[in-house]
Nanobody
Framework: QVQLVESGGNLVQPGGSLRLSCVAS????????IGWFRQAPGKEREGVSC????????SYADAVKGRFTISKDNVKNTVYLQMNSLKPEDTGVYYC??????????????????WGQGTQVTVSS
């Protein structure tokens, strides 16, 4: 059974930084594409960043490009999202998700089958 557990969410001031972690069990990261998504109340869940297997190519939403960095540690079976220069618009529940790399097509929620419970990120002064 695939299980993903996010942590690291917090209340931070604009311009601050957070590092989110997602510990995966029931799967081996080498065989999955990993994505970070976020959702604010009343809004659709949106892709933030994804990382593929093999060459570990990454993609980022335009809104976070240059500020966020996705990475993974296959030994620890953990994926990270380093978030810098945070803005109030970054506020939301952040979810880690996994997709079989053979079936992975794009960094959108519908392509991911396994999800964590989410961790709250609030950026406010």
């Amino acid at each position: 059974q695939v299980q993903l557990v996010e942590s690291g969410g917090n209340l931070v001031q604009p311009g601050g930084s957070l590092r989110l972690s997602c510990v995966a069990s029931g799967l081996t990261l080498e065989y999955y594409a990993i994505g970070w998504f976020r959702q604010a109340p009343g809004k659709e869940r949106e892709g933030v960043s994804c990382i593929s297997r093999g060459d570990s190519s990454t993609s980022y939403a335009d809104a976070v490009k240059g500020r966020f960095t996705i990475s993974k540690d296959n030994v620890k079976n953990t994926v990270y999202l380093q978030m810098n220069s945070l803005k109030p618009e970054d506020t939301g529940v952040y979810y880690c998700a996994a997709a079989d790399w053979l079936l992975f097509r794009q960094c959108v929620a519908s392509d991911f089958a396994s999800w964590g419970q989410g961790t709250q990120v609030t950026v406010s002064s």
